[in-house]
Structure formats: C-alpha cells, structure tokens
C-alpha cells in the first residue's frame, strides 16, 4: 500500500499527453502515480521508467464497470487515497455529419465526456476525502471553436468544458480544485503532425506533450481555472465571441479549411485512449 504523500491518477497515460504528465507528476517528491489506459504493457514500461512508486489499471473507460474497477484499484493499493485526478483520455475521429451522423456524436460522447464524468463521480468521494485535492479535464480548443468534419469531437469537448466550468464552482466548498487545460495541435505518436511542421505558415501553430503536462499541472495542484497549449490559442475563443462571423469564414476555408482537410487537427488523434 502507498505512503506517498500525495496520490496522482492519470487516464490515457500510456502515449502522447498522458505519459508526458505522468513523467512531470513523477518529478514531485512524495508522489505516488496510478497510470489507466488500456494497453497494459505500453503502462508497465512507462511505470518501470519512473522515478516514483507507480502502479498500473489496463481498462477501457467506456466500459460500464470501468470506473468501480478504478476506484477498487485505489482503495487495495493507495488506500482510497486521490489527491489528483487527470481526465485525459480521449479521441477522435473526423467526418461530416451527413457521412458519419449521430453514431459518430455518440462515440465521442461515450469517451471523451461520458467516461469522464462516470470516472469523477466514483472518484469524487476520494478526492473530498483527500482535500485539498484536484481534478484537471483535459478538453481542447475545439471545446470553444469548432471546425468542418470535427463536429462531433468538438460536441464531446464543448459538453466537457461547460461541466468542468459547473463542476468547478460546486467542488470549491469542498475544496477539490477543477482545473481545464483546452490544447491545440499536439504533436504525438498518433498525431505526428507532419504536414503542419513541414510548414512555415503553420509550423508555430504546433505544441509538444510535455508543454501540455506543464500546463495539466498549473491547472490541478497549481490552482489555475484553465490554460490553453499554445497559449495564444485564446485568442481564438476570444474571437470566436467577439467575431463569430469573421471566426465562421476563417475556418470554413484557407489555411484553416486545409488543416480541416489534410490533418485530425487535435491533440486527442494521438493514442491516448490506449
């Protein structure tokens, strides 16, 4: 059983954004890490790497026992103790909503918001016991600005931004902090971003994973309300408000039609659902 000091659960910690934030929690002294995803051996690989007591659950969120499994996992190795909950498995996959209809919108729903809040609401419980403790949702951008073939993705993120923003001010009293990290185009192991780095015009527009885990741990145990990777990808949101027919325009065509076109165009294309 742990005696960290504090016990980390990271969700899509087998590639991409998950491993990366699993290697930045490590480097806290007195942390304890709990990496979930379904590919058991990519887990075992990463958890013999790091610097601190790692434990590994290889389950597919989806699945209705999923969370009591997670949750049981926590109570026989960490002693029920959660001081930090990172929500970041997810994907995506593009095509119109005439092509891919409501089937598509509820495989998104299912992963990238269903699995979320399931996965809170058994852990919930531990986190309060914990507190101070936190919770980061890791979304997207296209949480606040959506494009042509990742309506879909961008319905799941939207649906996770508004609850995370609810759940925020329902958890303050109880001390559990909610933190949302909203990424761009992320560089990773299923989303290469090939195309867009080969390019001079949208090579800035690309982050890497460890940027991000910088950014998960400002929003959990640094307290922030959310932070966008890159960072001024804000700036879109912001005009997405202000601007919403010049923002419609710019993303139904040029450079950012093309990206729509040529690329999955958000971080969670990688596997980190896997």
């Given at each position: ?46 958890a013999g790497s790091l ?25 026989a190795e960490h002693g ?30 299912s992963l990238n918001f ?161």
């Amino acid at each position: 059983m742990s005696t960290a000091n504090r016990v980390a659960l990271v969700t899509g910690a087998s590639t991409g954004i998950g491993k990366a934030t699993a290697i930045r929690l490590a480097r806290e002294p007195g942390t304890a890490l709990v990496l979930v995803a379904r590919r058991e051996e990519l887990l075992r690989e990463l958890a013999g790497s790091l610097p601190c007591r790692a434990t590994c659950l290889a389950v597919d969120l989806t699945t209705e026992a999923a969370p009591e499994k997670v949750r049981a996992h926590l109570e026989a190795e960490h002693g029920g103790r959660l001081d930090l909950l990172v929500n970041n498995a997810g994907a995506a996959w593009r095509g119109s909503f005439a092509e891919s209809g409501h089937a598509n919108v509820a495989r998104h729903m299912s992963l990238n918001f269903d699995a979320v809040v399931r996965l809170t609401e058994a852990l919930l419980p531990l986190l309060r016991a914990s507190a101070p403790s936190a919770i980061v949702n890791v979304a997207s951008t296209a949480g606040r600005v959506a494009r042509a073939r990742t309506g879909a993705y961008s319905a799941s993120k939207f649906a996770l931004v508004g609850w995370t923003d609810a759940l925020y001010a329902e958890e303050l009293p109880h001390r559990v902090h909610v933190g949302m990290v909203l990424p761009g185009f992320i560089a990773t192991e299923g989303f290469p971003a090939t195309e867009l780095k080969a390019k001079a015009l949208t090579r800035w527009l690309v982050s890497d994973p460890a940027t991000v885990a910088e950014a998960i741990y400002a929003a959990g145990p640094g307290g922030k309300a959310e932070r966008y990777v890159p960072r001024f990808y804000a700036l879109a949101a912001i005009a997405r408000i202000l601007a919403p027919g010049l923002i419609r325009r710019v993303l139904s065509g040029g450079a950012a039609g093309d990206l729509t076109t040529s690329t999955a165009g958000d971080k969670d294309a990688d596997s980190s659902t896997a």
